[in-house]
């Protein structure tokens, strides 16, 4: 069982900058693969980035790629994103998510455990 908690959202201007965090429970955190979703109003839940359990490996949406990075540190139980050069079209709920094994995937629904999200918010 992995209980995720993001924080770090907030009100922006286009251009800025905001990091995220996902705190993790449980002592097993370094099997997991680590996704993080969006969804904006009235749209669906979209992928955004996923590292691989140990890190090696990053996926990234082709919408944030080059200005967003997802990176983790195992021995804190969390995983961050680094969202740079951000837009008003990147204004969501942002989760994180948590899948056992070490690949990563696209489909939100191949995670098992979610957080609650934390709101980013882009100005024009």
């Known amino acids: 069982q992995v209980q995720l908690v993001e924080s770090g959202g907030g009100l922006v201007q286009a251009g800025g900058s905001l990091r995220l965090s996902c705190a993790a429970s449980?002592?097993?955190?370094?099997?997991?693969?680590m996704g993080w979703f969006r969804q904006a109003p009235g749209k669906e839940r979209e992928f955004v980035a996923a590292i691989s359990w140990s890190g090696g490996s990053t996926y990234y949406a082709h919408s944030v790629k080059g200005r967003f990075t997802i990176s983790r540190a195992n021995a804190k139980n969390t995983v961050y994103l680094q969202m740079n050069s951000l837009k008003p079209e990147d204004t969501a709920v942002y989760y994180c998510?948590?899948?056992?094994?070490?690949?990563?995937?696209?489909?939100?629904?191949?995670?098992?455990?979610w957080g609650q999200g934390t709101q980013v918010t882009v100005s024009s």
């Open positions: 998510a948590a899948e056992f094994g070490s690949t990563w995937y696209l489909d939100p629904m191949e995670y098992d455990y």
């Open positions: 449980g002592r097993t955190f370094s099997r997991y693969a």
